[in-house]
């Protein structure tokens, strides 16, 4: 496992994220959620909306890992969407 996937367990652990679709959404429009991670395999509907909103909000966004690699990072099951509100986590993962 990568260092930046396993970062996000760590994130998330802490409480530095949030996930699902609507959870993301939300946290990207009230300016919590500073990095989005959009799995790579998620449904077409999903993708635009995360990035028309992520655009808008001016959210970066990194599509290149599976829901997979997502899921097993964080340790729940079916994960497409994660965003991260934890500056301090934010830091270290654009490292």
């Given at each position: 496992?990568?260092?930046?996937?396993?970062?996000?367990g760590?994130?998330?652990?802490?409480?530095?994220?949030?996930?699902?679709?609507?959870?993301?959404?939300?946290?990207?429009?009230?300016?919590?959620?500073?990095?989005?991670?959009?799995?790579?395999?998620?449904s077409?509907?999903?993708?635009?909306?995360?990035l028309?909103?992520?655009?808008?909000?001016?959210?970066?966004?990194?599509?290149?890992?599976?829901?997979?690699?997502?899921?097993?990072?964080?340790?729940?099951?079916?994960?497409?969407?994660?965003?991260?509100?934890?500056?301090?986590?934010?830091?270290?993962?654009?490292?």
């Open positions: 496992m990568d260092r930046i996937l396993s970062n996000l760590l994130c998330y652990r802490s409480g530095g994220l949030v996930c699902g679709e609507e959870t993301v959404v939300e946290g990207i429009r009230s300016g919590k959620v500073k990095y989005v991670f959009l799995a790579n395999d998620a077409k509907n999903a993708q635009k909306l995360i028309d909103k992520s655009k808008f909000y001016n959210v970066e966004v990194c599509c290149c890992y599976s829901s997979l690699e997502l899921s097993s990072a964080i340790g729940k099951s079916g994960r497409m969407v994660i965003g991260i509100t934890n500056n301090g986590f934010l830091k270290i993962l654009k490292k």
